[in-house]
T-cell receptor
Framework: NAGVTQTPKFRILKIGQSMTLQCTQDMNHNYMYWYRQDPGMGLKLIYYSVGAGITDKGEVPNGYNVSRSTTEDFPLRLELAAPSQTSVYFC???????????FGPGTRLTVL | AQSVTQPDIHITVSEGASLELRCNYSYGATPYLFWYVQSPGQGLQLLLKYFSGDTLVQGIKGFEAEFKRSQSSFNLRKPSVHWSDAAEYFCAVGDNYGQNFVFGPGTRLSVLP
């Protein structure tokens, strides 16, 4: 099984550009999450979803949007990239309430 | 809202020595507690978790953690560290709804040969 996959692995954006980070899981998990990890810091929750069509804000949602049209996919959208969004982004999924979260390999994003 | 502190930013131990990584949390009810490990350039992998029951939890790779409600702590231990244990370790707490996870800032473990 592939588990949780993320694309792209690396990306450089200019200020004001937009992009979508892709996340797909093949474990039929209901719960999916987006985190960002800044250098030397822990992970901060951006958005999460408890099932297709249901999303909610985490700790740091400003500047991001998400959608969950299918169980498998949970893309994260940056509309107007800012240098403060330079970070490593991790997608994760879990089977249910407080179950183990399985993480993707991450996307390293730089905004210049 | 819950919060997590990991007092030690960086710990260095010799291979074969014992290890304890500290984690303190703040939450009004009984939390869900987790320890994750992150190797360089990798995503996070779950070591162990506590939901309820026995306060001493066994995990993978020989790790264990003990939940102490009176101290609001969930410290991670290993009796004998291996060089491959060098990594970043994160403690995390989830609320009763299991939807909002807060991670600590992490403790970087270095292992001397």
């Amino acid at each position: 099984n592939a588990g949780v996959t993320q694309t792209p692995k690396f990306r450089i954006l200019k200020i004001g550009q937009s992009m979508t980070l892709q996340c797909t899981q093949d474990m039929n998990h209901n719960y999916m999450y987006w985190y960002r990890q800044d250098p030397g810091m822990g992970l901060k929750l951006i958005y999460y979803s408890v099932g297709a069509g249901i999303t909610d804000k985490g700790e740091v949602p400003n500047g991001y949007n998400v959608s969950r049209s299918t169980t498998e996919d949970f893309p994260l959208r940056l509309e107007l990239a800012a240098p403060s969004q330079t970070s490593v982004y991790f997608c994760a999924s879990s089977a249910g309430l407080a179950d183990t979260q399985y993480f993707g390999p991450g996307t390293r994003l730089t905004v210049l | 809202a819950q919060s997590v502190t990991q007092p030690d930013i960086h710990i260095t131990v010799s291979e074969g020595a014992s290890l304890e990584l500290r984690c303190n949390y703040s939450y009004g009810a009984t939390p869900y507690l987790f320890w994750y490990v992150q190797s360089p350039g990798q995503g996070l992998q779950l070591l162990l978790k506590y939901f309820s029951g026995d306060t001493l939890v066994q995990g993978i790779k020989g790790f264990e953690a003990e939940f102490k409600r009176s101290q609001s702590s969930f410290n991670l231990r290993k009796p004998s560290v291996h060089w491959s244990d060098a990594a970043e370790y994160f403690c995390a707490v989830g609320d009763n709804y299991g939807q909002n996870f807060v991670f600590g800032p992490g403790t970087r473990l270095s292992v001397l040969p």
